[in-house]
């Protein structure tokens, strides 16, 4: 048995969609635990870009079983738009399995959720609108509607019935229109029929593979400090894309969790509002900004960028069991004078070394910087350690001294050959 959890372990768009197509070409099963398609991946396979939402990153290979699990909220329309996408572009070879019990985004949920936002003004949490957070409100309020109920007519129509109404008094109150049963059940109950070849019990499934021997992938949505558990509150998503939280979101036992490798970007960034302590609010933020390329996958909005952040990092890595680092984008920070690393914050003259609960005291955090040297060279091509300057290996052998977590994989350019893997741990 080996199984994978790979976890963003910053603000999210670490490049986990990168680290997951690599770690999935030894993968049997690649599953996508939560969140639905306010998240993006960016993958790039021969120099062909591909960017998926809520399809699991295995999907370009034939062989992997690729599973969207019950942690998911899963917008049919969109899913199977993004299905037709890869089909036009030769994607057409492909095993998924949807499960059951996920529940589902519909018209009525992205409609609130931007009338929430409006409706909070400047206390907006910067959301992509895309109705995640509504349709989480509703599975805890226990009137979503699942993937079980979409692909059988009669209990569709049902369920469908009772909440609408509910939603509907909701719209009316925030000043929407509001919306018609026929037009939503119509079209939803067509998308149910496409959808109910890929739908299965997909816990049993993950049992039986593990069982088997098999090796499986699990992969989550935006990073651990967005955690609606442990994220800076309440700028955070509407679920937990910790690694703790894998064996919820998909019904496989904690027994079965091997490693949890966390994958953080040689910097930091962040999308959307909240406090963030080592934004670069500077002409080397706007660098890192463009030589990264730091605009969101789905919503295209500039990120936010900072140095790294080894406060968040730590606090990362012990929520969600990350026992491993994967360290992306390191060539975005070749051709700086000199590079920081946060390794402390200071708090109304106090130094210290994880996340205040509240807003008003994470924003009063000062960072305390290490100064290292930067380096000059194109790192671009390296294959190994060994390759890099002293500069970049000394500021990676800094990582990991003040996280305590071993770096084993750092990342030096998008494609697949630009990945280089210091450990096997997913054997």
Request: aromatic share 8%; glycine share 8%.
């Amino acid at each position: 048995m080996s199984t994978l959890v790979v976890v963003g372990s910053q603000w999210g768009d670490e490049g986990k969609g990168k680290i997951t197509d690599y770690m999935a070409q030894k993968a049997d099963v690649v599953v996508r635990s939560q969140g639905g398609n306010n998240a993006g991946h960016t993958i790039t396979i021969e120099g062909e870009k591909f960017a998926l939402r809520s399809i699991p990153s295995g999907i370009f290979n034939p062989k992997i079983k690729n599973v969207m699990a019950n942690g998911m909220v899963i917008d049919p329309k969109q899913m199977l738009e993004e299905l037709k996408g890869l089909e036009d572009r030769g994607i057409k070879n492909y095993q998924l399995f949807v499960s059951n019990r996920a529940h589902i985004v519909l018209p009525y949920h992205r409609l609130l959720d931007g009338a929430y936002e409006k409706f909070k003004g400047d206390k907006k949490i910067g959301t992509t609108k895309k109705g995640i957070g509504p349709a989480y409100a509703d599975k805890v309020n226990r009137i979503g509607i699942r993937i079980a109920d979409l692909i059988d007519p009669k209990i569709f129509a049902e369920a469908l019935k009772t909440t609408l109404a509910i939603k509907n008094m909701e719209l009316k109150m925030l000043g929407e229109e509001e919306l018609d049963f026929d037009s939503i059940y119509n079209e939803y109950v067509e998308y149910g029929k496409k959808i109910k070849p890929f739908v299965c019990d997909t816990s049993l499934l993950l049992e039986e593979e593990i069982e088997a021997g098999h090796k499986v992938l699990f992969e989550g949505a935006q990073g651990v400090m967005l955690c609606i558990e442990h994220g800076t509150y309440p700028y955070v998503t509407s679920s937990s894309p910790t690694g703790a939280s894998v064996p919820v979101n998909t019904g496989v036992a904690p027994k079965y969790i091997d490693n949890v490798l966390g994958i953080c970007k040689a910097y930091t960034t962040r999308v959307g509002e909240g406090p963030f302590p080592t934004e670069i609010d500077n002409e080397i933020g706007n660098y890192i900004r463009e030589r990264g390329h730091e605009y969101g996958t789905v919503t295209k909005r500039p990120r936010r960028v900072g140095w790294l952040d080894c406060v968040a990092l730590n606090y990362a890595r012990r929520v969600s069991g990350i026992n491993y680092l994967s360290l992306m984008l390191f060539d975005v920070l070749s051709g700086l004078e000199e590079v920081k690393i946060c390794y402390a914050y200071s708090l109304d003259g106090k130094e210290i070394k994880t996340i205040p609960a509240t807003l008003s005291e994470l924003e009063r955090c000062k960072p305390l910087y290490i100064t290292m040297p930067g380096w000059k060279e194109d790192i671009t091509n390296v294959t190994s350690f060994d390759e890099l300057p002293e500069n970049a290996k000394a500021y990676i052998k800094k990582i990991e001294e003040l996280t305590k977590t071993e770096i084993v994989i750092f990342s030096v350019g998008p494609d697949r050959t630009q990945t280089i893997q210091l450990k096997d741990f997913f054997k």
